[in-house]
């Protein structure tokens, strides 16, 4: 037995070492995820929803008993008679300050259109007044600011507290960072992690090592650990500039945050055996690992928040491994669930790894 765990351990310095002196798994794994964080992080800051300054003023009108619809198209917002038309702005020109016109359109006149006017403005004033107030006192500018300002007795001295369990969809960095995370550790696995499996048979490499002492399970052994290592540098160093680059926060149950990602980069090492024993030639196998990460991706909530697709497209993606660790990951993250939460995806994702673990060995083969 210690034997077979020696050879395991040599194999798997063996490839560690070889994949990480490659340009191409450099390239792809400390260079090519700064890119897509900084692009998607930044391109989608306001893509998890409305920002918190408009989603006060729908309330502040709807506490006016208004009745607010948000219509897609210009079409569609034409038959309404009254109609508040403001310019898309997202929480990064709020904190900037920059002006926002707001445009109260009303087909009538009289009295009515009047009292219409004022209980718009009204909502609208006591909205900037609310930020004006967040502002001198150092508050960020979030639904649960907002909230706990609203509830809190307007005094000139304000005490500002958490309202709550975070409800709305991650967006900007909070969603790009882990969703890009998770696509990359797949990405890097199921190709160079899976090609180097496919070389090492089209070369006669493996063969080479059949007329050696070590066994079949010391081989496979060896090669999971190898894939295994490398998903978790990258995960290592993905989590590392996140934090220190785009503030990205953990969270505070960190260590689950990091056996979520294990688990993860566990299942990924088994799938990328299995898929290696599998093809049968180089371009066959860098297609097919392209083509898997990219629709688990999309559809596991890695390009955008699960939380803002329809009811479907959010059951499917809990039957998709990419789906299990991103909504592990907006729990344990962003939405302010404890370590318990994150219990089930855990055994999923280590369950799955097990299984594809199981059949990469088994059908393993040295040419």
């Known amino acids: 037995m210690r034997e077979r765990i020696r050879s395991a351990a040599f194999i798997a310095r063996t490839d560690i070492s070889f994949m990480l002196r490659q340009r191409e798994t450099i390239l792809w794994v400390f260079v090519m995820p700064l890119l897509f964080f900084y692009f998607i992080g930044t391109v989608t800051g306001g893509f998890g929803g409305n920002t918190p300054a408009l989603d006060a003023i729908v309330k502040r009108l709807e506490a006016g008993n208004f009745r607010v619809e948000r219509p897609a198209t210009a079409e569609a917002l034409e038959p309404y008679t ?73 005094q000139l001295t304000l005490s500002v507290a958490t309202a709550g369990r975070r409800q709305d969809p991650p967006a900007g960095f909070s969603q790009a960072v882990p969703g890009t995370m998770v696509m990359f550790t797949m990405l890097i696995l199921l190709t160079s992690g899976a090609i180097t499996l496919v070389v090492e048979r089209e070369y006669g490499l493996l063969r080479r090592l059949a007329s050696t002492p070590i066994t079949a399970g010391s081989i496979v052994a060896g090669k999971w650990t190898s894939r295994m290592a490398l998903g978790l540098v990258q995960i290592a160093f993905a989590m590392l500039v996140g934090r220190l680059l785009f503030k990205v926060d953990w969270g505070p149950s960190v260590a689950m945050v990091a056996l979520v990602l294990a688990a993860w980069a566990s299942f990924n090492a088994s799938f990328a055996l299995l898929l290696g024993n599998i093809a049968r030639t180089q371009p066959q196998m860098a297609g097919a690992g392209v083509l898997i990460t990219m629709v688990l991706a999309a559809l596991g909530g890695c390009w955008w928040p699960i939380e803002i697709t329809p009811e479907w497209m959010q059951s499917l993606a809990l039957a998709l491994p990419t789906g299990w660790t991103m909504d592990a990951m907006h729990k344990l993250v962003n939405f302010g669930y404890g370590p318990g939460a994150a219990v089930p995806h855990v055994a999923v994702l280590a369950g799955a790894s097990v299984l594809c673990g199981w059949g990469g060995a088994k059908i393993f083969r040295y040419q």
Request: no cysteine.
């Open 82 to 154: 009254r109609r508040l038309v403001m310019p898309a702005f997202t929480d990064e020109s709020l904190s900037a300050g920059t002006q926002v016109a707001a445009t109260f359109e009303q087909r009538g006149d009289g009295m009515t259109a009047d009292l219409d006017r004022f209980r718009v403005s009204r909502a609208i004033y006591t909205v900037v007044a609310d930020l004006a107030a967040l502002k001198a006192a150092g508050q960020p500018v979030t639904r649960e600011s907002i909230a706990a300002l609203t509830a809190a007795p307007r």
